[in-house]
T-cell receptor, first 112, second 114 residues
Framework: GAVVSQHPSWVICKSGTSVKIECRSL??????MFWYRQFPKQSLMLMAT?????????EQGVEKDKFLINHASLTLSTLTVTSAHPEDSSFYIC????????FGAGTRLSVL | QKEVEQNSGPLSVPEGAIASLNCTYS??????FFWYRQYSGKSPELIMS????GDKEDGRFTAQLNKASQYVSLLIRDSQPSDSATYLC??????????????FGQGTILTVHP
C-alpha cells in the first residue's frame, strides 16, 4: 500500500508556541490529504482537507486561523498549530492515498 | 441517523473463535468500503477494502458487502489476542468535493481473551 510519513511522532511545547507537523506521501502524488485529531478514547475527528495548490477546506467548528494547513507540493502537507494551548493536546493524524486512504503514524502533541 | 453506524460493542471473544463486526451506512450512493484496525495509541491501519457485493477474503479476514441492505461486515476467523483493537468501518461516498474523504463509524472495541 501507499506510504504516508508523518513527522514528528511526538512533540512537547510550551503554551503559546507554534508547532508544525509534516505529512509526506512517499510513493504517490497526493493532490488531497486529510488531517484528523483524536482525543483519548474518542473517535477520529476530521479537521480539514488539504488541497495541493489551493486553500484547505475546514470542517465545521475547526478554527482555520489556529490550524494552518499548507499543501504546496504533491508530496507534502503541513499542519501548524498556532499559539498552542493545553486544550490542543491531542493525537494528530494525516492520511493520503490514491484509491485507498493510508494513515501516517500520528503526532502526539502535549502542550504544557 | 448517523451516516455510518457500527455495532456498539465492546465485543469480547475467546481465542480461536470467530469475531463478527457489523456496519451499516445511510448513503445509498456510497461506493467504497473499508475496515481499519486501530491499536491503542496508534494510527489506523487498513485491514480490508471492498467495493462490490459479496465476500472478499484475505487470510483470516473476510469482508462482506450487501449494497441493497446497506450493510458491510468483517469476520475474523481464529481470533488471536493480537487482534484486540478498535475496528473502524469507513465509507467513501460518490461525488462530493473531496475525493477520498472517509466517513467513519464510531468504532467497535474487540477483545480476544486467551
Amino acid at each position: 500500500g501507499a506510504v504516508v510519513s508523518q513527522h514528528p511522532s511526538w512533540v512537547i511545547c510550551k503554551s503559546g508556541t507554534s508547532v508544525k507537523i509534516e505529512c509526506r506521501s512517499l510513493d504517490f502524488q497526493a493532490t488531497t490529504m486529510f488531517w484528523y485529531r483524536q482525543f483519548p478514547k474518542q473517535s477520529l475527528m476530521l479537521m480539514a482537507t488539504s488541497n495541493e495548490g489551493s486553500k484547505a477546506t475546514y470542517e465545521q467548528g475547526v478554527e482555520k486561523d489556529k490550524f494552518l494547513i499548507n499543501h504546496a507540493s504533491l508530496t507534502l502537507s503541513t499542519l501548524t498549530v498556532t499559539s498552542a494551548h493545553p486544550e490542543d493536546s491531542s493525537f494528530y493524524i494525516c492520511s493520503g492515498g490514491v484509491n485507498i486512504q493510508y494513515f501516517g503514524a500520528g503526532t502526539r502533541l502535549s502542550v504544557l | 441517523q448517523k451516516e455510518v453506524e457500527q455495532n456498539s460493542g465492546p465485543l469480547s471473544v475467546p481465542e480461536g473463535a470467530i469475531a463478527s463486526l457489523n456496519c451499516t451506512y445511510s448513503d445509498r450512493v456510497s461506493q467504497s468500503f473499508f475496515w481499519y484496525r486501530q491499536y491503542s495509541g496508534k494510527s489506523p491501519e487498513l485491514i480490508m477494502s471492498i467495493y462490490s457485493n459479496g465476500d472478499k477474503e484475505d487470510g483470516r479476514f473476510t469482508a462482506q458487502l450487501n449494497k441493497a441492505s446497506q450493510y458491510v461486515s468483517l469476520l475474523i476467523r481464529d481470533s488471536q489476542p493480537s487482534d484486540s483493537a478498535t475496528y473502524l468501518c469507513a465509507v467513501i461516498n460518490a461525488g462530493g468535493t473531496s475525493y477520498g474523504k472517509l466517513t467513519f463509524g464510531q468504532g467497535t472495541i474487540l477483545t480476544v481473551h486467551p
